[in-house]
């Protein structure tokens, strides 16, 4: 029969197991200090003690469900009972009975549904009670795993009691493998107050919290203490699998963001999984930070746990990275800003392998945050930065990767800047990007998943190397959608809001920008710029004049007319092995990649902001996906014709004059 005793499936059962450890862990100092088990836990009021002797529990039991268990100590009766109350006062309490008593100690059975986590043991004997102490509930597949010196983190990963060999497992800075029995064992400084595995390709963890993999296992914060940590596996076929690749969502309970999070992005992107679940392939996702907005934590009452309910409703398993809005925002500190995320989410940098695919997210937030403090939110500024633990442990991980395994880094902050329309690789925005790129030097095939801007662009760097900048989920931060608004959802490079679709077929590897309300051949949007002219009377009418003097600010060279018989095309998608062609009546037209704003996005939001007197806060980007040509005349038709790296053909038929207003395409 299948042991079931490694699964917790709800978010509150992972909460509630680790919510005093990681608390009580994650105020570690750089400097490593060493924890005297339960020195900070007061138990509850002894009354009327009883005169049990010699007591001594362990600081964790590492059980079996339904297995006997002892508790050392003198002076016990047989009308005994133990009650076991959580330390973290959420998950219930409950109650057993002595068994047998053996001479120095009692035999106790603990309950089936016990809840792994801390709790204090205290005996009641009618009105009587002594507190026992405190230890730790926690299920292994193996009771008989030795002690070895010098490690204190051990256990087994498994497939329904099988061990499984060669998995890698780490805890953020030591990295080991399960040997042939599927054992491990780990010296941590625990620093991190977990374990995790890099889950191996064709398995998948069995152990979820809705629709989120726990690869990870909370750590007893004392280096002293030897913790057991088990991993259940499963075998699947993910050799063909489907990626999406989520970026900045911006949830906190404002600008109408979760109606349009369901109406809009769950509902397209289930529709996605539907489909490719039909064609028998595993889908998976992957998120590029900023799940939240730490801004509107507190205000708001929406932080992490939230997010983790809402993303529950998407279809499949999510894999998150750390954005620089998800650091709690009371820390001037990049280590303890990051401790609520590692107490819902876990390790802010890990890996995993699907198929034949090694997946690596990094954290590569420096997050100083000046002035914050316990009821002050700071300045939230930050550095784009990987630490160098980070890029140490991740020279270790990638030790047991082939040269031939495709490598999929993914990491919030963008690695590079936008590149401009003269195609030159642009400069770094991480400051140590270079490292990284050197790390990964020897592997046929790199791509870095990355988000922040909220646009999209794509730096390749040679043939083995490429950045793909992915444009937001939240658009631009909400706001277009809004109700009262412009009733579309677009980015501030004019892309749609949306997600990567990324389809792996063994090594083999294609993907596309997938638009949100849109089909996935929706990938560029025309203009006819003799219909475009943004002015204040026609897009600002109700703003006073201060704002309206600032038209022309934010409306850029759309603010002057243009009547040259020019057409401006946006591909979001673009990337140096894209074609673009456009003919006029049968004859080519020359196109030309320029560096531009999108006006459909001025209006969208700038001209909306400024028409309620409100100053935009987030201003239309410059772009180099932006191509133009030059028309004849202003009533000729445009036969446009875009073609990806992948040979996939997108085209339109522009008939001019073109209007434009809030739904163009």
């Not at 209006?603 to 191509?627: D, E, G, K, W």
Request: proline fraction near 4%; include cysteine.
């Amino acid at each position: 029969m299948k042991k079931q005793y490694l699964k917790y499936t709800s978010c509150r059962s992972l909460h509630l197991y680790t919510l005093f450890l990681v608390i009580s862990f994650f105020t570690f100092s750089c400097e490593k200090t060493t924890t005297k088990p339960n020195e900070d836990e007061k138990p509850p009021e002894q009354i009327d003690k009883l005169q049990l002797t010699e007591v001594s529990i362990p600081a964790a039991f590492d059980i079996k469900k339904g297995a006997k268990a002892k508790i050392t100590g003198k002076g016990y009766q047989a009308n005994d009972v133990i009650a076991l109350t959580p330390l973290d006062e959420l998950t219930k309490s409950y109650t057993i009975t002595v068994t047998k008593i053996e001479g120095d100690h009692i035999v106790v059975v603990f309950p089936e549904d016990l809840i792994e986590g801390r709790y204090t043991l205290v005996v009641k004997r009618g009105e009587l009670s002594q507190t026992l102490g405190t230890t730790t509930f926690n299920y292994v597949l193996r009771t008989d795993i030795p002690d070895r010196e010098g490690k204190n983190v051990k256990g087994v990963v498994h497939i329904n009691g099988e061990g499984l060999a060669n998995v890698v497992v780490s805890d953020g800075y030591n990295v080991t493998k399960t040997n042939e029995e599927g054992v491990y064992y780990l010296n941590s400084n625990k620093r991190t107050g977990y374990v995790f595995i890099s889950i191996p390709g064709n398995y998948e963890i069995v152990s979820t919290n809705n629709n989120l993999p726990l690869f990870y296992r909370y750590l007893n914060a004392n280096p002293n203490i030897i913790d057991t940590k088990d991993f259940e596996l499963k075998p699947v076929d993910n050799d063909s699998h489907v990626l999406l690749s989520l970026g900045d969502m911006h949830l906190a309970a404002r600008n109408d963001d979760l109606a349009q999070f369901h109406n809009g992005f769950l509902s397209d992107a289930n529709q996605q999984i539907t489909h490719y679940q039909a064609q028998g392939k595993k889908v998976y996702a992957i998120t590029l930070g900023d799940l939240t907005w730490e801004t509107y934590w507190y205000s708001n009452n929406f932080t992490l746990p939230e997010y983790v309910q809402q993303i529950s409703n998407l279809k499949a398993p999510v894999f998150n990275a750390m954005g620089n809005h998800d650091n709690d925002p009371y820390f001037a500190s990049d280590w303890l800003a990051e401790n609520a995320y590692r107490r819902t989410l876990g390790p802010t940098y890990y890996s995993f392998n699907l198929g034949k695919v090694h997946y690596v997210i990094l954290d590569n937030t420096e997050y100083v945050n000046i002035g914050g403090s316990t009821g002050n939110v700071g300045q939230r500024n930050y550095n784009a930065k990987i630490a160098d633990q980070q890029l140490t442990w991740l020279e270790k991980d990638l030790a047991a990767v082939s040269s031939s395994t495709p490598i999929i880094i993914v990491t919030h902050i963008q690695l590079h800047n936008a590149p401009s329309a003269n195609g030159n690789t642009p400069n770094y925005r991480t400051s140590n990007a270079q490292q990284l790129v050197d790390l990964l030097s020897r592997f046929n095939e790199v791509h870095v998943m990355t988000g922040h801007t909220h646009v999209n662009y794509r730096v390749p760097r040679g043939e083995k190397f490429m950045e793909h900048n992915t444009a937001a989920i939240c658009a631009t931060w909400w706001w277009t959608g809004r109700n009262g608004y412009s009733g579309n959802h677009i980015s501030p490079d004019g892309s749609p809001g949306g997600y990567g679709v990324w389809e792996m077929n063994s090594t083999s590897i294609k993907w596309h920008y997938k638009s949100i309300g849109y089909e996935n051949k929706y990938q560029f949007r025309t203009y006819d710029l003799n219909n475009v002219h943004i002015t204040a009377d026609k897009y600002a009418s109700a703003a006073n004049s201060q704002h309206k003097g600032m038209v022309p600010q934010y409306a850029f060279d759309f603010a002057t007319e243009n009547k040259n018989d020019e057409v401006l095309i946006n591909i979001w998608g673009y990337d140096p092995k894209w074609n673009i062609s456009v003919t006029e009546n049968g004859s080519s037209l020359t196109v030309q990649r320029i560096d531009s704003r999108d006006p459909l996005h001025i209006i969208s939001y700038a001209m909306q902001r400024l028409n309620v007197n409100a100053v935009p806060t987030f201003s239309s980007a410059n772009t180099s996906h932006m191509f133009k040509v030059k028309a004849s005349a202003p009533t000729t038709t445009l036969d446009i014709k875009v073609t990806d790296r992948f040979g996939n053909v997108y085209s339109e038929t522009m008939e001019r004059p073109k209007a434009f207003n809030y739904s163009v395409r």
